[in-house]
């Protein structure tokens, strides 16, 4: 999908072992199947380890000519550790820097132990942060959430934008689906936060994977990211859900709702795999 009006639409991956032969072929690269419907992803296997070089070069192969962007997530020795290991962020973004335009926002993801106490913490982290990259910042400390100033000296001065993070889905709806009862020990229940820095929209929504159930809070969504972009916001949405398994068919069905809001929003390229009607 082309970057139309600054909108780009995602997944958390952009492999997973039930989309093979459901959504994508089977075989080849997973990430030029992906890329040929959408155009950003969360690289959240950064957060674990540096890629080596010949990845990076197999990537970078596999969205040439297309305006892709990777979200990728800085790995948890610089952003979880009181003493960061700035030797693993200068080799991380020495490895990814030859992805060049293909390099969307840097996610920096915050413990929800570091609280307003530890602000020269992220002070330094964004200090070591080279300007010519884009970053968006979350937390999880409730305190940044009670007290959204308190960040806000800290994103003009570095231009970065903030997660608007939205779990309701899994927290306000039926939570005896055996998906959600094993995501809500790994997804924080945070109060969303819809306030645009810098320009830049972040929103990772996490759904239920009762599609009904999910009605009023992406209607909320597509108003939002509607406004977002009749503003001139450039808006990353970044779909999520306890199975990943349903996340491509939600995201497709959160653009064609879109498209009805926005226009000239062109539509999703058609899946490399035939569809069904339904699939779950």
Not at 5 to 25: H, T
Not at 146 to 165: D, I, N
Request: aromatic content about 14%.
């Amino acid at each position: 999908m082309k970057a139309k009006l600054g909108y780009f639409l995602g997944l958390p991956a952009w492999a997973f072992p039930g989309w093979s032969g459901s959504y994508f072929p089977e075989g080849g690269s997973s990430l030029a199947h992906y890329a040929s419907v959408f155009n950003t992803v969360e690289g959240n296997t950064t957060f674990y380890r540096v890629p080596d070089e010949a990845s990076v070069a197999r990537w970078q192969q596999a969205v040439a000519g297309s305006d892709f962007r990777f979200s990728f997530k800085l790995p948890r020795s610089v952003t979880h550790e009181r003493r960061p290991d700035w030797i693993a962020l200068s080799t991380f973004l020495r490895v990814l820097e030859p992805l060049g335009d293909h390099l969307g926002p840097f996610l920096v993801q915050c413990p929800a132990t570091l609280g307003p106490m530890e602000l020269a913490v992220l002070e330094r982290l964004f200090v070591a942060l080279p300007a010519d990259f884009r970053y968006v910042l979350e937390v999880r400390h409730p305190e940044f959430f009670y007290c959204p100033q308190l960040l806000e000296p800290l994103l003009e001065r570095t231009g970065a934008g903030r997660v608007m993070f939205d779990s309701r889905p899994i927290y306000n709806e039926d939570i005896r689906h055996p998906e959600v009862l094993a995501a809500r020990h790994k997804k924080p229940d945070v109060p969303l936060l819809d306030t645009v820095y810098n320009g830049l929209v972040y929103a990772r929504v996490v759904l239920h994977p009762d599609q009904n159930l999910n009605t009023p809070y992406v209607d909320e969504w597509l108003q939002r990211c509607s406004d977002y972009l009749s503003a001139g916001f450039t808006v990353y949405f970044m779909m999520h859900c306890p199975n990943n398994q349903h996340c491509p068919e939600f995201a497709a069905t959160f653009h064609d709702a879109l498209r009805g809001k926005v226009a000239d929003l062109p539509g999703l390229p058609a899946w490399p795999m035939p569809q069904q009607s339904s699939l779950f």
